[in-house]
């Protein structure tokens, strides 16, 4: 292909996402390259729907620019045309996540995100991931030339579906955690880089792993290996460690437990928040003392008024009370929004992207489904060279991708035998009468959202 894509149409399915929507709207009226295309919006809320589309024109007639914008309760009424199609929904998530963590606690399974690793993971794809591949065939008859991106937890379980169920389709997957170049200047700080001198190309700068669970594999600064520096940099903050804050059990001790792991396992974890959630050392198991507790679980709470917080920020602008002149300087740009810009005007810039291996990582399989540094330009991500992935990290890594298979092909299949099957490799389950009970507790207080094949 090799070219740019003129007057690009992005599709947002979930136009009322916590984490997309309003950074969508930003950087489609903010690039020169998207600002002349189409925003369309879906949501299935009508209400949240209405607000989102009220507020992109609103942006839109302030700054002036030619993005046309559409909108929809229904995806096929505006998929047709569409270049990218961007998924990020997530119904009633914070709802569901509390009553996978609570139950999962039952059994001895602590999660502190409850997204993407054990059963927290594992029913959120029962949840999302059929309505994902009903849109995916959708995608295939009105606008099989799209790139599909999905964007929703849990990501590599979701972009592993698309991939193998749905291989008509240009898909990968994406998590924010990794936004660069962001994300590797914040690294260069932390290896105490003098960033008045810093130049970019000499931080060789390797992450990979499954989604939320990356290790930096090399930093070196003009060949000088940093690790060291960067974990150093880890210990002295992890001495005024804070509880987590407003974003609450997923930062809470991050800081020391990302020295810790580097000190047990060699490389410094990259995503800890959700990375300590997949190891067992802090499930609360240990018969001696620990320096730590075990993870708090995820405090939907928090969650909930984050949400709350949002939807006052969204009224105000459309109300009047905040200006929507702000509206520019209050958001930035978004990790989705940004790779899309690069594809559309074929920039070949890097972003880490959830794909193929194709090689990356030397020493495991080309289709193992990975968080790589990828060069992303109109013919799509294309994964650079990290080397091997270190022994006992690989191992750690092909038991993820191990659950994370098993999980998509069993929702697919509306398999129970493979539903269980990817519980019992999941590192975080303790046994074969725990999984059963796990299994049949969420499936009846989750009936509600959970297709109906699963009850026959």
């Known amino acids: 292909m090799n070219q740019t894509i003129s007057n690009p149409k992005v599709t947002l399915i979930g136009a009322g996402s916590l984490f997309f929507g309003r950074e969508a709207i930003w950087q489609m009226v903010h690039s020169d390259i ?63 996540r509390e009553i996978d963590c609570r139950i999962s606690e039952k059994y001895g399974i602590r999660m502190c995100s409850g997204d993407t690793i054990g059963p927290g993971g594992v029913f959120r794809a029962m949840r999302e ?33 698309l991939k193998r169920y749905a291989p008509n389709l240009k898909s990968f997957a994406l998590c924010d955690g990794l936004h660069m170049p962001h994300i590797k200047n914040r690294y260069a700080e932390r290896a105490g880089i003098d960033m008045n001198k810093y130049n970019e ?21 003009k060949d000088a290996d940093v690790t060291e520096n960067i974990a150093k940099s880890l210990k002295v903050a992890a001495a005024s460690e804070t509880d987590g804050g407003d974003i609450g059990a997923k930062a809470k001790f991050n800081n020391t437990i990302s020295y810790e792991l580097y000190d047990g396992l060699g490389y410094v974890p990259t995503c800890t928040g959700h990375t300590k959630e997949y190891v067992r050392f802090y499930q609360g198991h240990n018969t001696a003392k620990e320096n730590l507790p075990a993870l708090d679980l995820w405090d939907h709470e928090t969650r909930i008024e984050r949400h709350k917080a949002m939807w006052v920020q ?4 459309i109300s009047g009370k905040t200006p929507i002149s702000d509206y520019m300087k209050t958001f930035k ?13 074929n920039l070949n810039k890097k972003f880490f992207i959830n794909t193929y291996n194709n090689g990356a990582v030397t020493n495991m399989n080309d289709d193992a489904f990975l968080e790589l540094l990828c060069e992303v330009g109109a013919d799509g991500p294309k994964p650079l060279h990290v080397g091997d992935m270190p022994r006992g990290l690989k191992g750690m890594q092909e038991t993820v ?52 094949v699963w009850y026959k």
């Not at 969204?314 to 602008?317: G, S």
């Open 34 to 96: 998207l600002n002349s295309g189409t925003l369309a919006l879906v949501d299935t809320d009508e209400k949240v729907l209405e607000k989102m589309t009220t507020l992109a024109k609103m942006v839109v007639k302030e700054e002036g620019v030619d993005l046309k914008i559409e909108s929809s309760t229904q995806a096929n009424d505006v998929l047709e045309g569409s270049d990218f199609v961007v998924l990020s929904f997530a119904k009633e998530s914070v709802r569901y």
């Open 129 to 161: 991931l059929p309505v994902i591949m009903s849109y995916a065939k959708d995608i295939e008859r009105l606008c099989p030339d799209a790139w599909v991106i999905n964007y929703i937890n849990p990501t590599s379980v979701h972009g592993m579906a």
């Open 201 to 221: 190309s000499d931080f060789d700068f390797r992450i990979a792993g499954v989604n939320h669970f990356t290790f930096l594999v090399k930093g070196a600064y």
């Open 314 to 317: 969204v009224d105000d602008f």
């Open 333 to 345: 740009p978004d990790h989705a929004t940004d790779i899309i810009e690069s594809m559309a005007g």
């Open 401 to 452: 991708l191990d659950t994370h298979e098993l999980t998509a092909e069993a929702v697919v299949k509306a398999d129970k035998a493979l539903l269980r099957r990817a519980l019992l490799v999941d590192p975080l389950t303790n046994g074969y009468a725990d999984t059963d009970a796990i299994i049949e507790e969420l499936l009846e207080l989750e009936k509600d959202i959970i297709p109906d």
